[in-house]
T-cell receptor, first 111, second 114 residues
Framework: QKEVEQDPGPLSVPEGAIVSLNCTYS??????FMWYRQYSRKGPELLMY????GNKEDGRFTAQVDKSSKYISLFIRDSQPSDSATYLC???????????FGKGNQVVVIP | NAGVTQTPKFRVLKTGQSMTLLCAQD?????MYWYRQDPGMGLRLIHY???????AKGEVPDGYNVSRLKKQNFLLGLESAAPSQTSVYFC?????????????FGPGTRLTVL
C-alpha cells in the first residue's frame, strides 16, 4: 500500500462548479498536510497548509483533514478557468524533511 | 528576487553521459531539496541538504550525487545517465524543515536520456 493515494483524474468541471479533491494515507504518524498547485510546465506552489483535523478556509479554497479516517480533502468553490492545474497533496511528520506526495490530480475548469 | 532558479531548463543526454544540474536560491534558505517527477509516480525526493556543506539521501538517491558547497547553491549530478533517469527534476528550498515551512520550487529541468 502506498503511503499516499490520490486519484490522478483528470477532472473536468464547468466554470462556477465546486471542485472536490481528496487523498488517503496509511501512515498515522502524519501530522502536517499540504496542498500544492502546479500549472503546466511549472514548479509546484503551496496552496494550503494544515496541521490539525478540521477545516481551514482561504478565500475560495477549503482544506479538510480527518485524521481518524486518514483522509484529506481540498474544495474549490466558484471554480475559475485559472484554477485549471494539477493539485498535489503532501504530508509529513513533525521535524521530518521528507514530504510524501500524492500523484497529483489534474483539474480542468471549462469556461 | 528571483526565488529558486534551475539551470538548464532542458537537456538531452545519451546513455552513459554525465551532467550536473544547478539550483540557486536567493532567499537565504537553509534547506534545499532535489525531486524528480514522473507520470503516475508523483514527486519523489532524491537528496536534500539542511545547510551548507551537508547532504542526505532521500527516497530515490541511487544514480545521483549532490553537493552544497555554498548556501545558495545545490548541485545534482548524474555520473552515468540511464534512460530510467528521464524525468522532470525540481529543486526546492525552505527556511525551516519540510514539516514547518513552505517549500519553494524552481521551474524544473526536463531531462531526456536516450
Amino acid at each position: 500500500q502506498k503511503e499516499v493515494e490520490q486519484d490522478p483524474g483528470p477532472l473536468s468541471v464547468p466554470e462556477g462548479a465546486i471542485v472536490s479533491l481528496n487523498c488517503t494515507y496509511s501512515n498515522s504518524a502524519f501530522q502536517y498536510f499540504m496542498w500544492y498547485r502546479q500549472y503546466s510546465r511549472k514548479g509546484p506552489e503551496l496552496l494550503m497548509y494544515t496541521y490539525s483535523s478540521g477545516n481551514k478556509e482561504d478565500g475560495r479554497f477549503t482544506a479538510q483533514v480527518d485524521k481518524s479516517s486518514k483522509y484529506i480533502s481540498l474544495f474549490i468553490r466558484d471554480s475559475q478557468p485559472s484554477d485549471s492545474a494539477t493539485y498535489l497533496c503532501a504530508m509529513t511528520v513533525y521535524g521530518n524533511n521528507r514530504l510524501a506526495f500524492g500523484k497529483g490530480n489534474q483539474v480542468v475548469v471549462i469556461p | 528576487n528571483a526565488g529558486v532558479t534551475q539551470t538548464p531548463k532542458f537537456r538531452v543526454l545519451k546513455t552513459g553521459q554525465s551532467m550536473t544540474l544547478l539550483c540557486a536560491q536567493d532567499m537565504n534558505h537553509e534547506y534545499m531539496y532535489w525531486y524528480r517527477q514522473d507520470p503516475g509516480m508523483g514527486l519523489r525526493l532524491i537528496h536534500y541538504s539542511v545547510g551548507e556543506g551537508t547532504t542526505a539521501k532521500g527516497e530515490v538517491p541511487d544514480g545521483y550525487n549532490v553537493s552544497r558547497l555554498k548556501k545558495q547553491n545545490f548541485l545534482l549530478g548524474l555520473e552515468s545517465a540511464a534512460p530510467s533517469q528521464t524525468s522532470v527534476y525540481f529543486c526546492a528550498s525552505s527556511g525551516l524543515a519540510a514539516s514547518t515551512d513552505t517549500q519553494y520550487f524552481g521551474p524544473g529541468t526536463r531531462l531526456t536520456v536516450l
